[in-house]
């Protein structure tokens, strides 16, 4: 095998993820070797500081401050781009790709916003563009359902996404903690950033999951018209209620193919506990895919990390040294479905979804009050599930739950029930999903 | 996309996963054309009973009993393998190969006994022989470890991977049944064949674990190295017990790397509670693999049934297409590993290995009984973790656990138990796995 020379690589950044995809290629470049054919060898590196990176990788190669160079260097097959950001991180890649460069890329923000001008000058240039890392880390489900599932009409994806969320999810129903507590606590475990927006507001999730979307269903990206809602509103008493009423509360990026559109949102969930994914802890993720031929299907692993994320970047560098002499029109593409081929579907607003719910409020605790609510509920065609009444000291919390309802008539119901002369809260909504 | 011609396919066998093949054709031909780029058509198909096949198929593609006629057809790109079994099977697939067809089988059997034979003559005629639906059906288990996992030196593969003994260790658990009365109630679902002996007795579940080994480690298929122990010996006391020490009893299929060779075994096992595979029931399946880079990962789905081994066998299909114009020495090679570059590792036979125990024994309920048990382990520097004494009427049921020792030590130590005056069962053991 050892007739075919080296692929050369060229690493964009040396951080969490940048070094760990050096020492992973480093420890088992045996064991890789034997599956790839041939080395795959970094040969320059560029990052901000440079001295960290020679610290790990020594005099052996090249390593500077010269991100551009790079992306310029003719000797160099393949960029592995980990600086992340949107702007920089797009001019470097643009260019790589203008060069004749695969890409192989973690950014998860580039792609879910830049992917369609960044897959067009790919398949324009014939050059691939992987990006196994930047969805659930280690997790190989770009490739699962880019070329596990292929036969399949995919209905549903389901995606805990975020370890962060997930870990600060786990802590508050574990310890019965309010989210700033867990939410300080995972900023000290390195868990969550110093400024933790884009995980606790779901951004990050819906990120991936604008990716999933796509090759699930063979659509452009489209962030834009994903739904984001965070975590960071949620209650303990409303985790408590779940565990009661037999759910746990995850954050949840959903792609649901209906029979005129797609739904792509990213909010907590009450998901069953039965189901697997309800048992995905701490800082894991999974994502469950159903298609109409496999039916359901779940992927679990570390979302994140320094080598769980690298065991991705190294997959596609495999991946692409393997694919790299295939006429271009046979290489997998590289949102799944032939790129002369994505679809136009309409992606619904979120008054439009379908969706279980669940409504907590406080209510003064005399008769009638459960009436008038269910009354108001009626009125809007909604049919209740169950009602649960809980007396307080000198007041009642009220859960319902309803059943396949569409959104815009449960916030026209919600608004109507806050109106009550008797009810003393806002109307606390989580979706419910039930995933069949 | 549509100027590359449509890739044409013949089927041997149209049975419960043939026609399922079909069905998920016809049905997603657009979809899945919008992947691979080009039709994929089944345009002959051979089984031993053609009425059947034409009823669903119709009169538009050739359809008779004659499987060598169609190995032999020179218009024939791809050869789908469904017949089962291991002498026609074989026969069959090298003549197909050795006309230069590429081969998707879901005949774990035939791969397990006959695989190196079969890979050598396709790489020497430059085909692919894919076989992702041989094992845990829908699940893309095989391209996940072959080239999602490519980065990571594999620990360990633990895997639920025979949905019959699945389904009865759920029924029993769940319903206090003994073994024999869920086998009959498995049978009349059809979750059990006739004659059940290759599912009960592990020997289905082993042939699905020579196959996972081979791609983990990059070892060549070796079926008669697995040590197999099948589940007909399980009471429902075992089940019971390990339900109150917090664990589920489960057929594992497990392919352990050691510092000095391999362990690769099937049998039942306790497992914690608390991990995820102890929650997957019925006839679902799951397989964990744990790599150096990603740590512990997991892929859970329908491990048989028509469409979802169909799943599997068209997503092969999509591959097959994509990939059968790239250069030979560029593909993903059949064990994921280079031909060349497969590894002799040693294989432990079962007295080598290393696990953790659970025996159970009736003794005399009489003082000093513990004692005498705890001094013959002790003997052979066996550590015991815990003793569950369990008084019954006349006798006390005693449970041992055991951390971490050589099996040789502790066939040895039963052996001295049972010839113990106050001992009056034969010991039952169970290996417990914690899969860290």
Same sequence: chains 1, 2.
Avoid at 25 to 47: D, K, M, S
Avoid at 366 to 393: C, F, H, W, Y
Wanted: charged content about 20%; some cysteine.
């Amino acid at each position: 095998m050892s007739h075919l020379k080296p692929i050369r690589v060229g690493l964009l950044g040396f951080g969490v993820v940048g070094s760990g995809t050096w020492n992973v290629l480093a420890r088992n470049a045996e064991e890789i070797a034997r599956r790839a054919g041939r080395q795959i060898e970094i040969v320059r590196i560029a990052t901000r500081t440079p001295s960290k990176a020679i610290d790990v990788v020594g005099d052996q190669i090249s390593v500077d401050n010269d991100l551009h160079a790079l992306v310029n260097d003719p000797s160099i097959d393949i960029v592995i781009e980990l600086i992340g950001g949107t702007t920089l991180a797009r001019e470097l890649v643009l260019t790589a790709i203008n060069n004749g460069k695969h890409v192989i890329t973690a950014n998860k923000a580039l792609l879910a916003i830049h992917g369609n001008e960044i897959f067009k000058l790919a398949s324009d240039k014939h050059v691939m563009v992987a990006f196994e890392a930047a969805v659930a880390g280690g997790i190989p489900i770009i490739k699962a359902i880019r070329e596990g599932l292929t036969a399949n009409r995919i209905q549903w994806v389901a995606g805990i996404i975020n370890g962060t969320t997930n870990f600060i999810l786990t802590e508050m129903r574990e310890k019965g903690l309010p989210f700033a507590d867990v939410l300080k606590q995972a900023q000290s475990l390195g868990y969550a950033e110093a400024d933790p927006t884009f995980d606790i507001e779901g951004v990050d999730a819906a990120h991936k999951l604008t990716l999933l979307a796509s090759i699930a269903f063979g659509i452009p990206v489209q962030f834009d018209k994903v739904y984001v809602e965070g975590i960071s509103h949620l209650a303990p008493e409303d985790i408590e209620a779940a565990d009661r009423l037999n759910y746990r509360i995850k954050l949840l990026g959903l792609a649901i193919r209906r029979e005129t559109g797609l739904e792509l949102r990213v909010h907590p969930c009450l998901v069953p506990k039965h189901k697997l994914i309800a048992s995905v802890e701490g800082v894991m993720n999974a994502v469950m895919v159903k298609g109409d031929a496999v039916q359901e299907t779940l992927y679990y692993g570390a979302g994140a990390g320094s080598e769980p994320t690298a065991s991705a970047v190294v997959a596609d560098l495999v991946d692409v040294t393997r694919l790299h002499t295939a006429d271009p029109e046979h290489r997998v593409p590289h949102l799944a479905f032939q790129a002369d081929a994505l679809a136009d579907y309409t992606i619904f607003p979120i008054d439009d979804i379908i969706s279980s719910y669940y409504l907590r409020l406080s209510v003064e605790d005399r008769p009638g009050v459960m009436a008038e609510i269910a009354t108001v509920l009626a009125k809007e065609n909604i049919s209740i599930n169950a009602m649960i009444q809980d007396p307080k000291e000198d007041y009642a919390s009220i859960i319902f739950l309803i059943h396949q309802a569409k959104e815009g008539s449960v916030l026209q119901a919600i608004k109507q029930i806050e109106q009550l002369s008797f009810v003393r809260s806002k109307v606390t909504m989580i979706r419910m999903e039930h995933l069949l």
